[in-house]
């Protein structure tokens, strides 16, 4: 997969709960030098394709990680709750990392589309994944329907289509 133009990430998953490196008070907790380890092994199979990394580890490891590969980006899983349960919310030492690398997430199960939305302007959300929400388009309010909005329309790249009349060139 590594040379595959379909595939256009690879998030650094595989350990603690889900996949995300999440790991409670009495579970095993991975070494920083293994873990270390596991993202040298993603960087080494996907050479040519950005990586993605989780920012609920402490932020000296994720920096150490982000260390190893110009391509890597940051994902967050919480999109909507209050900071993200991330640590890009909370320490500024990644907060700039967005001008270079992109940013994704998803939207938290029990997730708030008004604070979503401000969390993607204020940290340059670049992805956002929408199934995760419990919360469904037709129960949201009106408010909360346009902050959804916003949030989805406002994330990345902003490709428009420009209409013009017929007798005139776009």
């Known amino acids: 997969y590594a040379n595959d133009p379909r595939l256009g ?3 650094v ?3 603690g709960k889900f996949g995300e490196w999440w ?6 907790h991975i070494t920083e030098a293994n873990g270390l380890r596991l993202v ?4 080494k199979a996907f050479p040519n394709k950005i990586i993605l990394f989780n920012t609920m580890q402490s932020v000296d490891f994720t920096l150490k990680a982000l260390a190893t590969n110009p391509r890597m980006g ?11 349960y991330s640590m890009l919310a ?3 030492r990644l907060q700039s990392f967005w001008t270079t690398r992109p940013i994704f997430s998803e939207w938290a199960t029990s997730a708030d589309p008004v604070a979503g939305a401000a969390q993607v302007k204020q940290f340059h959300v670049s992805t956002t994944s929408s199934h995760n929400m419990r919360l469904t388009y037709d129960q949201m309010t009106s408010t909360q329907k346009a902050a959804y909005e916003s949030a989805v329309k406002t994330a990345g790249y902003r490709y428009a289509q420009v209409f013009a009349p ?5």
């Open 9 to 11: 990430y690879v998030d």
């Open 13 to 15: 998953g595989g350990y």
């Open 23 to 28: 790991v409670g008070k009495d579970d095993l």
């Open 40 to 43: 040298q092994a993603v960087n």
């Open 74 to 84: 940051m994902r967050t899983d919480s999109l909507g709750e209050k900071n993200m």
């Open 90 to 92: 909370v320490d500024d």
């Open 166 to 170: 017929p007798d005139q060139p776009v």
